[in-house]
């Protein structure tokens, strides 16, 4: 009696048991089944809705070309399996996109069909079903509706598809829209025949709806350099007659008696030197070379502007580094570095260190 009394106990705790384990089974499928429901920019073979819009990583596809056009059709799928409304299936009427402010120039797509074979493919277009650009809070806002499906209909019928068309920023770094840490991203907005409704939200903001991971799309950096603006030039201002130009040069002609701009050169003995806005200019040395600006106009190219000119650098000389990288560079390239005697010196140091530390171990070793 004792022993069936005990089989019969082990019998009912085991069945409690296996009550529990199913129960929680159940309610990881359940809680689990929702997340393959998310929207998503699949790129699911075949035919690849969305060719482009991944990190460029392992297993993704590389991201949109920085002020580039694409077009992109989000998986919105049904997730009200078992729900009847209204005699038909509860399947979606209303469905909003809200864009990244970033993203600019929305246009409306069709709704199509995912189709029961093949997962996450573009379909056929449902009739019925319409589509405007919103703008809500300064978001651009991508709004389908259409109706439910009618009772000799199934879910495969309805809309599961969305496309739409949007001009990417030209960020200065590859960003990724909604990815956690990033910039806001796409906003999602499904209401159901029944009134029901679903918000999903990026990664980055987790609080205004259920997570759909799916929904980050990354675009790659710009490659157009910034542009930076030629530096200010004071304009020069303008002579007076029988004045210097700025530099003490003076107008009017050469001092060897060449054409100048102003006239004929002055005939000997040269008159005492002008007085100018800039002061009084000392008469060059006989045979000196004429100063530049006495040689003709300034060029063509900037004619209110100074020409700045470069350094030049002696035959054979060899500009310094600047940096440590600049250093290691140039040592690579020239073969230089540590001497061979610094080497020799290294190797006869590491040698004569190990010899003496195996004499300390054997006089250690040695009985007294």
């Not at 651009?140 to 949007?166: C, I, K, L, N, Y």
């Not at 000119?309 to 390239?333: C, F, K, N």
């Not at 020799?344 to 003496?356: D, H």
């Amino acid at each position: 009696m004792m022993n069936n009394a005990a089989g019969a106990r082990g019998s009912f705790w085991r069945g409690r048991a296996l009550t529990v384990i199913g129960l929680a089974v159940a309610a990881i499928v359940a809680l689990a089944a929702p997340a393959f429901a998310h929207p998503v920019f699949s790129n699911d073979e075949p035919g690849f809705p969305n060719p482009m819009g991944g990190t460029g990583g392992p297993g993704q596809t590389p991201p949109y070309p920085a002020g580039s056009r694409p077009t992109l059709n989000m998986f919105l799928p049904f997730e009200q399996d078992g729900v009847v409304y209204k005699g038909a299936e509860n399947t979606t009427v209303d469905v909003r996109v809200t864009l990244p402010t970033a993203w600019t120039g929305p246009a409306c797509g069709p709704a199509r069909t995912s189709p029961p074979v093949g997962y996450r493919q573009l379909g056929t277009v449902v009739a019925g079903w319409s589509c405007a650009i919103e703008t809500v809070n300064a978001h651009q806002v991508v709004h389908w509706s259409g109706p439910q499906v009618s009772s000799t209909q199934t879910h495969d019928d309805s809309a599961q598809f969305f496309t739409f068309q949007a001009t990417m920023p030209s960020p200065a770094t590859q960003t990724s829209y909604g990815a956690t840490g990033g910039p806001e991203g796409i906003h999602v907005k499904q209401v159901y025949a029944s009134g029901a409704t679903s918000l999903w939200t990026p990664p980055n903001d987790p609080t205004a709806g259920e997570t759909a991971p799916g929904i980050v799309r990354t675009v790659g950096r710009s490659t157009t350099a910034p542009s930076t603006p030629p530096p200010a030039s004071a304009p020069i201002p303008a002579p007076k007659p029988g004045g210097t130009a700025p530099g003490g040069a003076t107008q009017g002609g050469t001092t060897q008696g060449g054409p100048g701009s102003g006239g004929a050169a002055p005939s000997s003995p040269a008159p005492p030197p002008p007085q100018g806005g800039n002061g009084p200019v000392s008469a060059p040395a006989a045979g000196a070379p004429p100063s530049a600006a006495a040689a003709g106009p300034p060029s063509a190219g900037a004619p209110n502007s100074p020409q700045p000119t470069l350094p030049e650098s002696s035959p054979g000389a060899e500009s310094q580094p600047t940096s440590v990288e600049q250093l290691t560079q140039r040592d690579s390239a020239t073969g230089q570095g540590l001497g061979w005697w610094v080497w020799v010196g290294l190797v006869l140091g590491s040698v004569l260190v190990a010899g003496g530390v195996g004499l300390v171990i054997k006089r250690r070793r040695r009985p007294s």
